[in-house]
């Protein structure tokens, strides 16, 4: 891929007051211009039975509550790139085994959601397994949005080639990681809605 100087950074951030939690959107800065966005759609997170899946560029909505093998399956029948999204966190990751055992393209080894320690095993597992590595922000409050990225370094870029470079592991991450404010917050919010959800992990 030639390299004219450009840096991108993609970040996976939840729209919740205007989308279905679910639904993501793909931000894309450049270095020379951080005041101009472009926003990629589509992109979502999947709730499969194990925990949670980023379905990249599928414009169709992949059913929640199916397999791991399943959701991925579906997601690459529909030319999508299947992610495992913050394996190793309690409420929602899909855990080590579930990982190892399904064809993912890339695991997210930077979510800004996620504890440090977990990031730290996330990215050391994608590089055991010689799997690509994508960050995002994992967004619920405004002033999170972008505080963990996937960056990518090249020309001119749409949608496609941004999935080949993820697919391929020619992406870097950066960010933040989440740090005792975020935990407080982040602990109350998925108390709270794990009591709703009738005390279910995901």
């Not at 991925?72 to 495992?84: C, D, H, Q, S, T």
């Not at 990031?119 to 397994?129: E, H, T």
């Amino acid at each position: 891929m030639a390299n004219s100087g450009i840096l991108r950074c993609i970040t996976m951030d939840k729209i919740s007051s205007v989308k279905r939690e679910e639904e993501m959107t793909l931000l894309i800065k450049s270095r020379a211009s951080r005041s101009s966005c472009r926003y990629l759609d589509p992109a979502s997170e999947v709730s499969s039975r194990e925990g949670h899946i980023l379905a990249l560029g599928v414009r169709e909505r992949v059913p929640r509550d199916l397999g791991v093998a399943e959701t991925v399956g579906r997601i690459v029948a529909l030319g999508g790139v299947p992610v495992a999204a913050h394996p190793y966190r309690f409420w929602s990751g899909l855990g080590e085994e579930s990982v190892r055992s399904n064809a993912f393209r890339a695991h997210e080894t930077r979510n800004g959601r996620t504890l440090r320690r977990g990031n730290a095993r996330a990215s050391a597992l994608a590089k055991s397994m010689g799997v690509g590595q994508v960050g995002g922000s994992d967004s619920h409050f405004l002033g999170e949005v972008a505080r963990a990225v996937t960056s990518v370094n090249g020309g001119p870029m749409g949608l496609d080639g941004v999935l080949q470079a993820i697919g391929q592991g020619r992406t870097k991450v950066q960010g933040l990681d989440r740090g005792l404010a975020g935990t407080a917050k982040y602990v109350t919010k998925c108390v709270s809605e794990w009591m709703m959800r009738g005390m279910e992990r995901i």
